[in-house]
């Protein structure tokens, strides 16, 4: 989706871009070569692993003036591109989620495959680690975060597995990815243990970052951000921030619900221009691209668009 994602932004070679998700740098590569000398690329990415690619000449743009990365969390997209002295931008892209370098180091967590630290920070400046969340939380607030991000049917369930693990025969926190593996391992339904591991997972995630308020936030400061013409193009990677994209892409908010000024015109800042899944090509090469979803938003006029309903 690189090629369609770098087209959505439809790039002019002077404009101001910004990547909010820089991770191994592919998007922000193929960004820069269609940058002129008087274009400028902005990225973000809160996991100091990232910076380090930038810093260590990896990527080769550190000396390029056109290039400025920016190690923090995109929820503060608005205050830090003004300390930067970027006030408007032309496009931004978003390819949420986790990088293949964070999945590929077992002691981040983020692989139900390898044994790791129960960690899961894509920040690792961060206080809270998935082990502290499921050896600090009761079953309440477990079952909550596995329903809520995980969609798992028996969250109750598994949260009340771990609870057990921690005070029951075992009496021992959960340290590891294995820990968690089999503090929940009869709750996993047969043929499907992978898939549940995978939403057990993507809940601890989600709630250890602030994923979707983070998401909330980097859209709408990014409409402001925008004039009329300027693009977004999102990609995520699970149903609950599609949902977000979709319905703020359609209404300019995260309940999907288009307002209307006095005399009845919808008031809604972005139209959608685009929404695809990977080809089949795409998802033999790379699994993870099978629940992927680009969405691409034009910004427009408030109030000058009619919405179809
Ligand atoms: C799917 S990867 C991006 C891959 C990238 N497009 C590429 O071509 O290599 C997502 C990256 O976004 C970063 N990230 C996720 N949420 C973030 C947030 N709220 N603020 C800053 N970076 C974030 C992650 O650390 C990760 O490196």
Request: aromatic fraction near 6%.
């Amino acid at each position: 989706m690189l090629a369609e994602a770098v087209d959505g932004l439809n790039i002019r070679p002077d404009g101001t871009y910004v990547d909010v998700t820089f991770g191994g740098g592919g998007h922000s590569r193929a960004i820069m070569e269609r940058l002129g000398p008087e274009g400028h690329l902005v990225a973000f990415d809160q996991d100091e692993d990232a910076a380090k690619r930038v810093e260590s000449g990896e990527w080769r743009v550190e000396s390029d003036a056109r290039f400025t990365f920016i190690g923090e969390n995109f929820r503060y997209l608005k205050s830090y591109l003004r300390l930067h002295g970027v006030r408007r931008i032309d496009g931004l892209l978003a390819d949420l989620g986790v990088s293949s370098h964070q999945f590929d180091v077992a002691e981040r967590g983020f692989s139900t495959r390898f044994e790791g630290a129960l960690d899961l920070r894509m920040d690792r400046r961060a206080a809270t680690t998935a082990r502290d969340l499921v050896n600090g939380a009761d079953e309440e607030e477990l079952a909550r975060v596995l329903r809520l991000y995980g969609e798992l049917p028996n969250a109750r369930q598994m949260a009340r597995a771990i609870v057990r693990w921690r005070t029951g025969g075992e009496r021992r926190d959960i340290v590891t990815t294995t820990d968690l593996k089999e503090a929940v391992s009869h709750h996993l339904p047969r043929g499907m243990e992978n898939k549940y591991l995978a939403m057990l997972f993507q809940a601890l995630r989600i709630e250890v970052n602030g994923e979707l308020d983070a998401l909330r936030e980097m859209l709408s400061q990014a409409v402001e951000l925008l004039p009329p013409g300027g693009r977004l193009v999102v990609i995520s990677y699970h149903s609950l921030e599609d949902r977000l994209v979709k319905n703020f892409m359609r209404s300019g908010n995260f309940e999907g619900v288009v307002e209307k000024d006095f005399y009845g015109n919808p008031l809604v800042p972005l139209k959608q221009l685009a929404s695809l899944a990977a080809s089949p090509e795409e998802v033999a090469a790379n699994s993870r691209a099978r629940s992927a979803r680009l969405r691409v938003g034009e910004r427009v006029e408030s109030g000058k668009l009619k919405v179809e309903s």
